[in-house]
Structure formats: C-alpha cells, structure tokens
C-alpha cells in the first residue's frame, strides 16, 4: 500500500510563507490533495492536484508536484493566526476513492 | 445544501462492548467512506459503501462492519471493543466520477474504550 509521510511540526511567523512537505510511495495516485484539520474538527479539503501536474496556484495556496521524486508540497503564503492546523497530504487512485493520508504537519502561526 | 452529520460526537464503551456509529451523507452523494484517526495519525481508510454494498476495505478485521442504507446514511459497527479502537471516527461522502474525487468529511464521532 501506499506510504506517506510527512515532517511533524512546522512554526512560522505571521504574515511569512509557510511550507509543507510530503512525500509519497505509489506514483499511481491519481489525485493529490492537502487536507486541513482544526482542534476538533472535521478535515477540510483545501486544495488539490492531478498527478499530470506540476504546480497549482489557488490564492494564498501553491501545491507544487514533483512526480520524479514523489514530493507534494504545499505553500501558504502571508501565513496568518487562522492557519494554525495540522496539514496533511493524502493521496487517492482512480476507481474506487480510498483516500491514503500522511501522518499531519501541525503549523503553529506565531503572531 | 446540508453537509456531512455523524452521531453521536462522543462516545465512552468498555472493552468488549459493541458500538454503532452513524452518518448522513451530504444531499446528492451516495458513496460514504469510514475512517478511524488514532490520536496524533492521520486517518486511516476503514471501508467504503457506495449504493449499499462495500466497495473496498482497509486493513481492519472483520469486526469492524457496516451499512448503507437506501437514502445514502450509513452505520458504522464495532464489535468485541478493543482499547486500541479509541479513536476519532470520521465519515466522508462523495459522488463517484465526481471531477476531483472530493470526499466531503462530518466532524467525526470520538470514541474512547475504558
């Protein structure tokens, strides 16, 4: 199956650029998505890319995809309090929609 | 458009007992998928239903069962309770074929087994 991981902890200060890596097993993923989760709370899909692409820019989000080394990464720019979550990347093949998850990056925003 | 409802939002057994979980799809959505989020993981895919029948399962034994009923809710079942099943439940529904695969997740059913 697949593995995903991904870095634990990531602190930034507001209104700089946060980044969030993740890397991946299965190159047979057909979407790949960044996921958001706030103290109980539900996830909240933020953002998503097609494996057949390299980069996806949707306001302050950027998920830049490098096929060949298997490597998402997902930018928040002007980082801000609300940010504040565990991010995590999740991966998910064509036919059925099971959706394989990293282990979270918690993005501690200090003001 | 109402979205993704799970009962109870918390949840206390002891071991051995058995629990039921539940889950309104969003409207229009007729596939749920069941998660089970340990404390600092990150879910872990349990099964999917889509139009009442399981269509796929994770790597979980056959204690864990489940139901989709004709309006698209489904019942999350655990028998023989083990403490390593606390956990946050999660349910997510989605529309097959839908462009981005988006699953649609409710808020989650905690559960601890004392």
């Known amino acids: 199956g697949e593995d995903v991981e991904q870095s634990l902890f990531l602190s930034v200060r507001e209104g700089d650029s946060s980044v969030i890596n993740c890397t991946y097993t299965?190159?047979?993923?057909?979407?790949l998505y960044w996921y958001k989760q706030e103290p109980g709370a539900g996830l909240q899909l933020l953002t998503y890319?097609?494996?057949?692409?390299d980069m996806k820019q949707d306001q302050r989000l950027t998920v830049l995809l490098n096929k060949k080394d298997k490597h998402l990464s997902l930018r928040i720019a002007d980082t801000q309090t609300g940010d504040s979550a565990i991010y995590f990347c999740a991966g998910a093949k064509g036919g059925y929609q099971k959706v394989t998850f990293g282990t979270g990056t918690k993005l501690q925003v200090i003001p | 458009e109402t979205g993704v409802t799970q009962s109870p939002t918390h949840l206390i057994k002891t071991r051995g007992q058995q629990v039921t979980l539940r889950c309104s799809s969003q409207?229009?959505?007729?596939?749920v998928s069941w998660y089970q989020q340990a404390l600092g993981q990150g879910p872990q895919f349990i099964f999917q239903y889509y139009r009442e029948e399981e269509n796929g399962r994770g790597n979980f034994p056959p204690r864990f069962s489940g139901l989709q009923f004709p309006n698209y809710s489904s019942e999350l079942n655990v028998n023989a309770l083990e403490l390593d099943d606390s956990a946050l439940y999660l349910c997510?529904?989605?529309?097959?074929?839908?462009?981005?695969?988006?699953?649609?997740f409710g808020p989650g059913t905690r559960l601890t087994v004392l």
């Open positions: 997510a529904s989605s529309s097959p074929g839908g462009g981005k695969g988006e699953q649609f």
């Open positions: 299965d190159s047979s993923s057909t979407y």
């Open positions: 409207s229009g959505h007729n596939t």
């Open positions: 890319i097609f494996s057949n692409m």
